[in-house]
């Protein structure tokens, strides 16, 4: 049997130790901090399970935590350079395609629901355009592939902000690049999306981490009352 041939590409992972009080903090209430921080956990590793999955030359996990914290199986783990997360995405783009000069495909640690075939769909789009973009429910994206990475095509847009989406992808445009379009996925940020998005992957390390929280709106308030 001849092997399948691996994409001439790479995914990036970006993701934050899943310590409390450090990620997901907008879930907190009605989570606390540590079960917050758990459902990081298990949404960290759908999406590296996710990714590993897909035929690439190259995994990276662009990581924002000490070194040997988290050294998946397959992966190259680098550090997170900058302040902001334009910078920090730049960064990331940069910092893999020194090291690597394919392709760049790079998503967040939010969206437990991706999967291989999506990933693998983002890949296949950068060899014939020039960029691809997953735009999230909330107004942001999930994912953002660039053939050839300069930072100047991510530095200055402003993130976590409902138009953030459309400017980065317009930023893209305005440039003149050839831009696939990804199905839009929910990123977890508030209680209702933890709800969603487990519903969608209900097989997913996610969904199982929060049905053991067995969180019900307002259980937890009459349990406190």
Known sequence: MIP???????IV????????????????????????????AASLEDT??????????????????????????????????GGPLDERLAAAFEDAYRRCPLPVVVIGMDTPQVTADLLAEAVAALRT???????????????????????????????????????????????????AVMPELTDVDCFQDTIRVAAEAPRSRFAAALAGMNLVPGRRARRRS
């Open 4 to 10: 399948l041939r691996r994409a001439a590409a790479q």
């Open 13 to 40: 992972v970006l993701a934050k130790e899943p310590l409390p009080g450090k990620v997901k903090t907008r879930l907190t209430p009605p989570f606390t901090p540590q079960e917050a921080a758990r459902l990081a």
């Open 129 to 179: 355009g020039d960029a691809v973009y997953g735009p999230a429910a909330d107004g942001g994206f999930w994912l953002l592939g660039l053939r050839r990475p300069d930072p100047a095509l991510v530095l200055g847009v402003p993130m976590s902000r409902p138009t953030t989406g459309d400017t980065q992808l317009r930023r893209l445009r305005q440039a003149g690049l050839q831009v």
């Open 48 to 81: 590296l399970a996710a990714v590993a999955a897909v035929r690439v030359r190259r995994r990276v996990l662009a990581f924002d935590g000490p070194p040997g914290a988290c050294s998946p199986d397959g992966f190259v783990v680098i550090p997170q350079r």
